[in-house]
């Protein structure tokens, strides 16, 4: 049984509907990530798990407990704030030492377990530093060993590494992959960056408008997205829209503005659907010989070109699709052959293509 | 262009020279006033200086026990008017209070409200139930717009708050009461000593709500307001040069403190820059990593 | 309610809750209307008339009854149920007289317009209401006057550091005591003060000038006592703009004068409404000035007010002209609040 469990769980703000009967189990010690675009609700889920909002409907379980009516300072979790919430007129081993302090904790105690943190942190020595004097990275791990110093079971992230600039987001990315490594609790973490979700998780919850898309591990999430949304949201995809004309074997066949082209059956479609094929840019090649060998062929004009060393974005007109479709290739010495205004081939493998019922807007 | 505002700006400064005198002659007749051997408080004509007037002061038997009287309703004023008056701003920082706009009015009314009227109600409610005037009327009557002061000077302050603050307080599993004395009060702290100043100097300052109240008894301003109106000595005046001197030295030490604080705040700002410093050589140190 | 809750606790938010009520409720509420009661009802002087008359009747019987029974008991053969019945009868009396002592106010009792109509028809006191409100405006005005070029001075003309060096200034004379600051004004006005001395000693005049006996010295002396009121709230609201504005209108061609009525006036319609407000407030409900300064001519409708309470004993009518006084303050307030459109919410300081 997992160890955090959301039943059912919804939230609504008078009429507005944040989180969406949410259910899903988190097993201990996993480094489990929500991921969706902002205001998609993923900061209320955290709230509902910590105990800051009640939900409207469905319950919450954390090691095997239902946590209703349990208020958040008597839940087994340690919330790191969006913003850290580092407590200003307190010095660091004072912060550290806050969740010790309120359960009267004698002072020497209370500094050991301090030391110990900062040591973790890799920031011996710095506990009698106002907090106002410690660098971006250096908060962020403060606000982490002040969780950590109450013990919590869960500790939760509320897009912790949002505030600081590219490189040390990538440097606390390990950081914190090594601590929850290091401690074996279990992470639950938010984020509207698939890098850092793809990165640090060992499971992904794509989130949006409230619902949950999908969930899986970060490949299958990339390789097999099951919804429009995670298609689209993770990662770049080319979509085509059209029309199922036949459904079978767990492969479908679409009609498209394109050509007619056979994927993947993700979602259990029937024939006469609308649908949309999605596929990957860098599941496109150039096809350079007529014959097909069962691919997907079409062929569209080259409207620009992006070089970026290690690879090549190729973009192609969108006359018969809905967006522009874009192609990655490595770059093999040869990309010098394509022209913008040339007339090229593409083909891709049906296995890598992935249909699904789209009758509405695909973000 | 320019010279029109030159002139303008002359003017101005003129208008300002006037208008400080404006202010402070009348306080520095007043001061002169009171070293003058004149039985009449005047300065002109001048009958020889003379500290007599202070001795006078100082021997007021009637006078100091009314100071005692303010003071105590002072403190009586401060130990009502300041808790009320973080409640009322708790309250009015809270979300989701139906009616916010109107609460807010209400609360704030006191201070617009006549003094004499809020006297007034007072005098006639406790009256109902066999309350006479008095010290304890005094204080009941003030606190009552006071706490309006207090309020206000704690919205302000609330209004600057992060309440994740107190959140991650009882994520990390204090309790209620925990939070609000080891992280609310601690931050409002800077409001507290200003509320509790602002507290003291309004109460001992009022007289028309203290007027109606009072009773029998007697406060500081309303001693002074009879020695005015009933035979005036100079001996008023060496109580105004007290006064005056008094806050004159709470000006320059708050003064001092502000200068203290911005240069503080300037150091602060300095150790902002040497952190982003900071930042950059750990990022130099990751690259050699 | 369910975030204070949330936030704070059962315990805080009891006390919260508890604390606001008591003192809303029980410190401003409940104690102005009850003087809103005591306006609407006056003793009726008739009733009490006929009610004393009513007692006299009762009081002279009891007395016979009393002699009567003396005098049965007097004789050799007193007849007992006589007295008996004279005893019930002397019994019941006095249980009615006492009744009627015991509910003497009650029983006067009278709801009506009374009080109020007293203001309107007695003309010492209405023209003394009329003196009240249009100089309280006046005061209101001047000090606006006044004020204005000092708050622009304060916000544009100066750095930072200067002008709160001057506002510092600002704040002694605000400190001294109210009664202090008019005080000083009679040391200047009075008969034999420092302005008639001056006068006569230059020559202007050669009789001392009575400046305490009428309007002058109490309007000098509020327009002294409250023009700071005025200055705050305004330096407040026009210390926040942006000055790069009034530079853009200048650059742009505007004259002086309409960038004053187009810019700056138009911001500091918060900082004027609250200044105005205050002031009004302050000039129309003081005791002390005109008390100080008003001399027997110079009187102001608090002192009316007053002397209901501490001289006239009529309650009741005093509390018909502290209501009046309370309206005319919240119909200025509506007043200002309407004409610079601001809202409550737009004034705290
Ligand atoms: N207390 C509240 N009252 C009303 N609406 C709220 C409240 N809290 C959140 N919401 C709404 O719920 C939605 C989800 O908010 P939430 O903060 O969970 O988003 P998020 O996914 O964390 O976004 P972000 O990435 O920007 O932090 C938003 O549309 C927000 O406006
Ligand atoms: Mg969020």
């Known amino acids: ?363 | 262009m320019r010279s029109s505002k030159n002139i303008l700006n002359i003017f101005l400064t003129g208008y300002m020279v006037l208008f400080f005198l404006y202010l402070f002659t009348p306080l520095m007749f007043m001061t002169a006033a009171a070293f003058n051997s004149s039985s009449f408080p005047t300065f002109v004509p001048w009958q020889g200086a003379t500290l007599s007037w202070f001795e006078t002061l100082f021997k007021d038997r009637i006078l100091w026990g009314s100071v005692l009287n303010s003071v105590i309703i002072g403190a009586g004023v401060i130990a009502l008017a300041v808790p009320t008056g973080l409640a009322g701003a708790m309250l009015l920082t809270s979300r989701g209070i139906r009616g916010r706009g109107f609460l807010y009015a209400l609360m704030v009314s006191p201070i617009l409200t006549p003094g004499v009227i809020l006297g007034i109600s007072t005098l006639i409610f406790w009256d109902n139930i066999g309350v006479p005037g008095g010290i304890f009327l005094t204080i009941i009557g003030q606190t009552a717009y006071i706490s309006s002061f207090c309020m206000l000077m704690f919205m302000a302050r609330l209004q600057r708050f992060d309440r994740t603050l107190e959140e991650a307080a009882m994520d990390l599993g204090a309790t209620h009461k925990q939070v609000f004395r080891k992280i609310t009060l601690p931050f409002l702290r800077p409001a507290i000593y200003s509320a509790v100043l602002i507290a003291f100097l309004q109460s001992f300052e009022n007289y028309n709500t203290t007027l109606f109240v009072i009773g029998a008894e007697t406060t500081m301003t309303i001693r002074i307001a009879s020695m005015v109106r009933l035979g005036i000595t100079p001996e008023i005046n060496a109580l105004a040069v007290l006064f005056i001197l008094f806050t004159i030295l709470a000006a320059v030490l708050y003064e001092a403190r502000r200068r203290d604080e911005a240069r503080r705040a300037e150091a602060a700002k300095e150790a902002e820059e040497r952190e982003s410093d900071t930042v950059q050589n750990l990022r130099l140190d990751m690259q050699t990593d | 309610m369910k975030d204070m809750l949330l936030r704070y606790g059962r315990f805080i938010t009891a006390y919260i809750l508890i604390s606001c009520t008591v003192w809303i409720v029980g410190l401003v509420i409940v104690p102005q209307l009850m003087m809103v009661d005591y306006s609407l009802w006056y003793r009726d002087e008739t009733a009490v008339q006929k009610r004393l008359e009513k007692m006299n009747v009762l009081e002279d019987r009891l007395l016979m009854i009393d002699s009567d029974i003396a005098a049965e008991k007097y004789l050799d053969h007193p007849d007992q149920a006589k007295i008996d019945s004279l005893d019930a009868e002397y019994e019941s009396l006095s249980a009615e007289i006492s009744k009627m002592e015991a509910s003497e106010t009650s029983a006067v009792k009278k709801y009506g317009m009374k009080n109020y109509m007293t203001l309107f028809s007695n003309t010492l006191h209405r023209s003394v209401f009329l003196k009240s409100i249009w100089s309280s405006v006046v005061i209101t005005l001047l000090a606006f006057a006044i004020c204005y070029p000092v708050a622009c001075y304060l916000a544009f003309s100066v750095k930072k550091q200067t002008a709160a060096l001057l506002f510092l200034g600002l704040v002694i004379p605000y400190w001294v005591n109210e009664i202090l600051r008019t005080f000083a004004w009679l040391i200047i006005l009075s008969y034999k003060g420092v302005l008639n001395t001056l006068l006569m000693k230059a020559g202007f005049i050669s009789q001392p000038i009575d400046f305490l006996n009428g309007n002058v010295g109490v309007l000098a002396g509020m327009a002294y006592a409250y023009v700071l009121f005025m200055v705050f709230p305004m330096y407040n609201t026009l210390s926040t703009l942006d000055k790069n504005q009034i530079e853009a209108a200048r650059d742009l061609g505007a004259s002086w004068i309409r960038i004053h009525r187009r810019i700056i006036i138009p911001y500091a319609k918060p900082g004027i409404a609250v200044g105005s407000i205050m002031t009004f407030m302050l000039a129309a409900g003081t005791y002390a000035v005109p008390a100080i300064l008003g001399g027997t001519s110079g009187i102001w409708f608090t002192q009316i007010i007053y002397s209901w309470f501490f001289d006239g004993g009529n309650w009741n009518q005093g509390s018909a002209y502290a209501f009046i006084l309370l309206l005319l303050c919240v119909v200025f307030i509506a007043f200002m609040m309407r004409l610079f459109r601001v809202k409550m919410e737009d004034m705290a300081k």
């Open chain 1, 1 to 363: 049984m997992g160890q955090v469990i959301l039943d059912k769980v919804s939230m609504k703000f008078g009429d507005f509907t944040a989180v969406d009967n949410v259910s899903l189990e988190i097993e201990s010690g996993e480094f489990f990530s929500f991921l969706g675009p902002s205001g998609c609700g993923k900061t209320t889920i955290l709230r509902i798990i910590s105990g800051f909002n009640r939900p409207t409907s469905g319950t919450v379980y954390i090691s095997g407990s239902s946590m209703e009516g349990i208020g958040p300072n008597k839940r087994p979790t340690a919330l790191i704030f969006q913003n850290l919430a580092l407590f200003p007129l307190m010095s660091v081993a004072d912060n550290i030492a806050f969740g010790l302090e309120v359960k009267n904790i004698g002072r020497n105690d209370r500094r050991k377990k301090a030391d110990e943190l900062l040591e973790l942190i890799a920031l011996t020595g710095y506990g009698d530093k106002n907090i106002n004097e410690l660098s971006g990275g250096q908060k962020q791990r403060v606000a982490i060993a002040r969780a950590l110093a109450v013990e919590p079971q869960v500790l939760l992230l509320d897009e912790p590494l949002s505030a600081l600039d590219l490189k040390l987001r990538q440097h606390m990315r390990s950081e914190l992959r090594d601590i929850q490594k290091k401690t074996g609790v279990t992470f639950i973490y938010i984020t509207h960056d698939q890098g850092e979700a793809m990165t640090m998780s060992d499971r992904v919850a794509v989130m949006s408008a409230g619902k949950i898309e999908q969930t899986g591990t970060p490949e299958e999430i990339y390789n097999h997205p099951s919804t429009p949304f995670t298609a689209s949201f993770v990662g770049e995809n080319n979509l085509f829209r059209g029309r199922v004309i036949s459904a079978s074997d767990g492969m479908s066949v679409i009609d498209t503005p394109c050509g007619r082209f056979t994927g993947v059956n993700t979602d259990g479609h029937k024939q006469g659907d609308e649908a949309a094929i999605f596929i990957r840019p860098e599941r496109m090649t150039v096809a350079d010989s007529t014959e097909e060998n069962g691919q997907n062929i079409f062929s569209s004009t080259v409207s620009r070109m992006e070089f970026e060393g290690s690879f090549v974005n190729l973009f192609l007109k969108k006359a018969c699709a809905d967006r522009e479709i874009s192609v990655n290739m490595m770059n093999s010495g040869e990309t010098g052959r394509f022209r913008q205004g040339q007339q090229i081939r593409i083909a891709f493998s049906p296995e890598h293509s992935r249909v699904m019922k789209a009758d509405g807007k695909i973000s």
